[in-house]
């Protein structure tokens, strides 16, 4: 059975920095690129980031390009997500999915606020 | 990144059967087709087809996807209480290389 874990959300205060993990198991990890949705309140989903199954490419919405950076340990099965300089925008609950979004975690929730 | 059009919101009765439709481009779902996803509201989001129709295993075949030209639907027929969900579609946009996400589409079961 496919499960996805994320950890590592919280409160942070505008500018500051939050480090997002997903565990993954079930599944042959460096195999599948890997995702990261967020949904912010009130709001629909939010494509994030994407890296392909060996973290060779990744991609970025205009929305956290140049300030979160997406990247994974195959040998830990775990995806990352490096959010810096947030802003309260940024606010929402962050999934990780297994392409093509087939397997989604619980999601972690990112506050933003003083 | 301009998303893909869904309507905001769509009310079926029970047992009868919603279309729901995401319009894109030529880069996006007029490419590789568009992935529809159900979300219940503190659940996480679950795939129902992706590439068109292509149904994850077990998924129901009550949820049934196509395309024609650059706009995606979902079909879904014998409506139950348990159908009413938000539903996105999302696309692999060739030309900008993202993801797109429609703003969703709020179905109601009457």
């Known amino acids: 059975e496919v499960q996805l874990l994320e950890s590592g959300g919280g409160l942070v205060q505008p500018g500051g920095s939050l480090r997002l993990s997903c565990a993954a198991s079930?599944?042959?990890?460096?195999?599948?690129?890997m995702t990261w949705v967020r949904q912010a309140p009130g709001k629909g989903l939010e494509w994030v980031s994407t890296?392909?199954?060996?973290?060779?490419?990744?991609y970025y919405a205009d929305s956290v390009k140049g300030r979160f950076t997406i990247s994974r340990d195959n040998p830990k099965n775990t995806l990352y997500m490096q959010m810096n300089s947030l802003r309260a925008e940024d606010t929402a609950v962050y999934y990780c999915?297994?392409?093509?979004?087939?397997?989604w975690g619980q999601g972690t929730l990112v506050t933003v606020s003083s | 990144q301009a998303g893909l059009t869904q309507p905001p919101s769509v009310s079926k009765a029970l047992r009868q059967t919603a279309t729901l439709t995401c319009a894109g481009n030529?880069?996006?779902?007029?490419?590789?087709?568009a992935a529809w996803l159900q979300h219940h509201q503190g659940h996480p989001p679950k795939l129902l087809s992706y590439r068109n129709n292509t149904r994850p295993s077990g998924m129901s075949k009550r949820f049934s996807a196509s395309r024609s030209g650059t706009t995606a639907s979902l079909t879904i027929t014998g409506l139950q209480p348990e159908d009413e969900a938000d539903y996105y579609c999302?696309?692999?946009?060739?030309?900008?290389?993202?993801?797109?996400f429609g703003g969703g589409t709020k179905l109601t079961v009457l």
């Open positions: 890296t392909s199954h060996t973290g060779g490419s990744t």
């Open positions: 079930g599944f042959t990890f460096s195999n599948y690129a």
């Open positions: 999302s696309a692999w946009d060739s030309s900008l290389s993202v993801w797109v």
């Open positions: 030529s880069n996006n779902v007029g490419n590789q087709g």
């Open positions: 999915a297994k392409s093509p979004f087939d397997s």
